[in-house]
């Protein structure tokens, strides 16, 4: 006789779920209490090989074990999370599910830090379809009854709130996904309303053409068989045999709706279908019942779900007569959109697989109704329900270069602060960073100040280049300041106060302290100096020493030379300058005769003016000379030419052309100039009588390489 359960409502469904799972707890811990006890047996015998590609990891377990109820071998959660302590729950506790029940048993809870993840590196790495399967089950391990709510993320993103609602029992939501990068981070957040736990974690590795993906994160809610009425293998269906591990639940039948079977296997190897539903779920399902020709399923009216979608599946079960055709349509309707399918028939034993590629909203209902040429009714064997998480790269991580470089600095520092898991800025920053709040954030400051570090300043921060602050002070950092710290283009702040490094200061971070663009702290160890050359000095103390002292004695030598050479120059200088006045002096009167001679007897004229001719003459020491000889018919000039004559021998004026000499004998008179062998001067000479010379006007000096010289009068001497 098979047993018929006929529900009107889902809601009854739902109760139903829920009061079963009394039911399976109360016989559990009546007869089944030596599943718990026994278990320890698991521990010693010989594990199976691990199933290729799974993530099994049973939170809070003190060895790695084999399940002997699923054949899946768990491991203890060692290596996977950094953090957290290891708890049991309460014995009477003991959900003695067959499907999970083990894995239920212990659990490791976080009471430190915000943020507390596991590190799963899957095989196959980023680009990968993974089904991620977290378990929690509180059962009072902390003797307290209060049941926590918390938020599980994966990556940088949220996916849902872990929420008992009141209820003690076991909630396992698992979700596919695509991940971007091969590790793939689960993390617990404390939100402030108990302490977060996890008692297990699964990874299975699925088909990348499973599930409509491209929807975004999708996070299962009900996966279930239809047509068995049987518990007896336990709530679920899982490996082995559904080789994605996916757990279906028995769920009996559709309102107005009988469940059929088969015992013949469904042929899902050699079949094409890449969902590989288990034989077990296709080979039984539900048609409606007489007098009833559609199968329908709605959602309680209190469920309105964003962002939903669903997946039917299918396999003939009927041997149907020669000629008859099963023909139906599926209508789903999401809120007050329905999409219609195109009329689906199927073959016999042939499994067929119908995901709706589109994100419904709202009331979640759906009829499947036979086609008007169908000659049967239509049947359903499974089909699943599924948040869409749409956007859910809407975070993304930090700038994968600084995550490289803090986890090298958390490495080569061996920093073992609780909350440094993950990704450093989202969702929340570890302790002692901050991030900018970029599409992908960076790190602009990390505060590490009194850690107790040890090593050198890891070079890996020259990749945080966006870091504004820096504070390494109070530790015992040892090694030299490195140069790249000066290179960190966006550093405002940089303290290396209270270690033990030493070496010089490199110049680029003394340059940008001194010029304000840099707050530089490196404390007052006598080790650390400002000079470049200390370090140096430190290494090789005996080689640079003479270094400095043959340095310093041939610049010495250089200068005494310096010094004695203008010495010397000076007394030359002096001594000429002093000859020439004395020359002067000396040859200041000359006689007509030596007149004469110096201008080999009037030879050359270079200038003629109202007074008289200008000779070139050169003296006995080859100085050239222009000798200005006054004409007898000037008479009137000779008081003037005496007044010029003796003041040019007591002026010295550098815009005045020197007096030689001069020859006053009788009728003879002469004055002899320095010559300059320039046409101005000789202009000038030979100007003398068309203006009168010799009272009013100074000899301009020009043509000397001081052109610009004013021209002096004598007369503003007071003369
Ligand atoms: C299959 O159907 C038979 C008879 O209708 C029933 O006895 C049996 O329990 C069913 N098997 C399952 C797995 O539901
Ligand atoms: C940096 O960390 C130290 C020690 O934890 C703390 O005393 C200091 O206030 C922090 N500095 C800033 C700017 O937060
Ligand atoms: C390090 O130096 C900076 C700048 O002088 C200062 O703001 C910071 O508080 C210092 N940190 C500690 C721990 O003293």
Known sequence: MPIKIIMDYALELIFVLKAWRVVVVVIGILGNWKLAIGDNEHAGRKLVDYVPGFI????????????????ISYKSDTGFVDTGTNSNISPEKYDPNPDYGLQTRNLRSFPQGKKNCYTLKPEQGKNSNYLIRPFFYYGNYDNKNILPIFD???????????DFNGLDIT????????????????????????????????????????????LGVLQHSWRFVLGTTTGQQ?????????????????????????????????????????????????????????????????????????????????????????????EFIISVTGGTYTYTSEPITLDHLKPLSICFNRIFEGHFSFVINATTGSDLPPILNAFEFYY???????????????????MDIKQTLRISREDWQADPCVPIEWSGLTCNSDDTPMIISLNLSSSKLTGEIPISLSNLTE??????????????????????????????????????????????????????????????????HCTKEKKKPKMELIVALVATSMVVLVLL?????????????????????????????YNYFEAVRITDNFKTIIGEGGVGKVYLGILKDETQVAVKLLSASSKQGYKEFRAEAQLLMIVHHKNLVSLVGYCDEGENKALIYEYMANGNLQQHLSDWGTNTVFDSKAVEREGSEESTYPKLVLSELGF
């Not at 599980?152 to 872990?162: A, M, P, Q, S």
């Not at 559609?294 to 299918?314: G, M, Q, R």
Request: charged fraction near 20%.
């Open 56 to 71: 099994s990891i049973d939170c809070g377990a003190t060895k790695d074990y084999l399940d002997d109820v699923t054949g």
């Open 171 to 214: 909630i396992f939501k698992d979700m596919i996904h695509v991940p971007t990068s091969d590790i793939i981070y689960v993390c617990l957040i404390n939100t402030g309303h108990g302490i977060p736990f996890i008692s297990a974690l699964e990874l299975r590795p699925l088909d990348k053409s499973l599930y409509p993906l491209d």
């Open 234 to 326: 336990g709530e679920y269906i899982r490996y082995k045999s559904d080789v994605y591990d996916r757990l279906w639940h028995i769920y009996g039948a559709l309102s107005n709706s009988i469940p059929i079977n088969t015992s013949s296997v469904i042929d899902i190897q050699n079949n094409n279908d890449s969902y590989q539903l288990p034989s077990e779920v296709l080979r039984t399902a539900v048609q409606p019942s007489s007098g009833y020709h559609s199968l329908s399923y709605s959602d309680p009216p209190s469920y309105d779900t964003e962002n939903w979608c669903v997946c039917f599946h299918f396999a003939e079960i009927a041997k149907l007569t020669q000629g008859k055709e099963r």
């Open 388 to 406: 869409v998480i749409p956007q859910f790269n809407l975070h993304k991580p930090t700038n994968s270069r600084d995550v490289a470089a803090i």
């Open 152 to 162: 599980l993320y994966v990556g940088v993103n949220y996916i849902y709130t872990v």
């Open 561 to 589: 030379l310096f010094f004695l050479c203008a010495l010397a120059i000076y007394k030359r200088k002096r001594r000429e300058r002093a000859s020439k006045s004395n020359f002067k002096i000396k040859n200041q009167q």
């Open 467 to 532: 870091l504004q602050y820096l504070d390494l002070s109070y530790n015992e950092l040892t090694g030299s300041i490195p140069k790249f710290l000066a290179q960190l283009p966006n550093l405002k702040t940089l303290n290396l106060s209270g270690n033990q490094l030493n070496g010089s200061v490199p110049d680029g971070l003394t340059q940008k302290s001194r010029d304000g663009s840099l707050v530089f702290s490196f404390g007052k160890k006598p080790d650390l100096c400002l000079s470049v």
